[in-house]
């Protein structure tokens, strides 16, 4: 049976894809570190859908037998996965100096090691059958032979608006969901005609309270950029749809986007570490 592999299921963002693709039909495998909430999430999916399954495995992706499980699990019980969205993350917010060097690894192995080699596994196991990378092949992409469109495996990643420029005082999550940013830009192009790849670059999104306080705390520029997680899952949903390369959710965050490519980075960098460094934020 095909299944959509969310992680970091639990969260706010996770839960509203995995509330969005239940109510869609699609059957779910999920993953936090919760085994309680993994269970009480499940429950909730299926009072909006009884018609699918819902499969979930616990695990702390920082440690690479935990992720190995996870797809030793989906082979032993027959979970074709055709849909990868990955969102578990990790935004620790202070000076550098103020890390130990186990939260430093933590955060990267969450936002970078994780993902990365959970997508190198989902890709592992598709069968690209004899879709090749020929000129011909990527003109017919999305289609089969009986001329009926195809539906190609995706890979929907939860980056950052963070990442687009250096970020004093939240400088290791900028660093990490730069890298996402670049790694699955570069990887969509090796895929096409074969997976559509699509990263999301959300600003604020009201989830968590420490979260919630934090664009509140930031005044109207906040809530101008601030979008609730149904909002950042009904976008990415019809990015990666369209097979588009990034998805900035909101007007003003796509302004913004654009903007931050002309002003000098010692401006941007400046500006950022005055606004930064008055938060402090050591979550997980």
Not at 30 to 46: F, P, V, W
Request: glycine share 8%.
């Amino acid at each position: 049976m095909e299944y959509t592999f969310i992680t970091g299921a639990t969260g706010g963002i996770g839960k509203a894809f995995c509330r969005y693709y239940a109510k869609k039909g699609c059957n779910l495998f999920i993953t936090g570190r919760s085994e309680e909430k993994l269970a009480a999430l499940k429950e909730e999916l299926l009072m909006l859908n009884d018609s699918i399954s819902v499969k979930y495995l616990p695990a702390d992706l920082t440690n690479r037998q935990s992720r190995d499980n996870l797809f030793t699990y989906a082979d032993n019980n027959e979970i074709s996965v055709t849909r990868l969205v990955n969102v578990a993350g990790a935004d620790i917010q202070k000076a550098f100096l103020s890390y130990t060097d186990d939260k430093v690894i933590f955060q990267i192995r969450v936002n970078v090691e994780a993902t990365i080699s959970l997508t190198h596994m989902f890709l592992e196991r598709l069968d690209f059958g004899d879709t090749g990378n020929t000129k011909a092949n990527r003109k017919n992409a999305g289609n089969t032979t009986s001329g009926k469109k195809r539906n190609l495996p995706e890979i929907i990643t939860v980056s950052s608006l963070s990442g687009v420029s250096p970020m004093p005082y939240f400088q290791l999550y900028s660093a990490t969901k730069a890298c996402l940013t670049n790694f699955f830009k570069s990887l969509r192009v090796e895929l096409k005609g074969k997976v559509n790849v699509t990263t999301v670059l959300p600003g604020g999104v009201y989830t968590r309270p420490d979260i919630c306080d934090d664009i509140k705390g930031q005044g109207f520029w906040g809530k101008l950029s601030a979008k609730t997680p149904d909002f950042v899952v009904n976008k990415s949903v019809k990015g990666v749809l369209k097979n588009k390369k990034l998805v900035i959710p909101g007007f003003w965050n796509k302004s913004l986007y654009t903007l931050m490519k002309f002003v000098p980075e010692n401006v941007k960098l400046k500006f950022i570490a005055n606004r930064w460094k008055k938060q402090t934020k050591d979550a997980f």
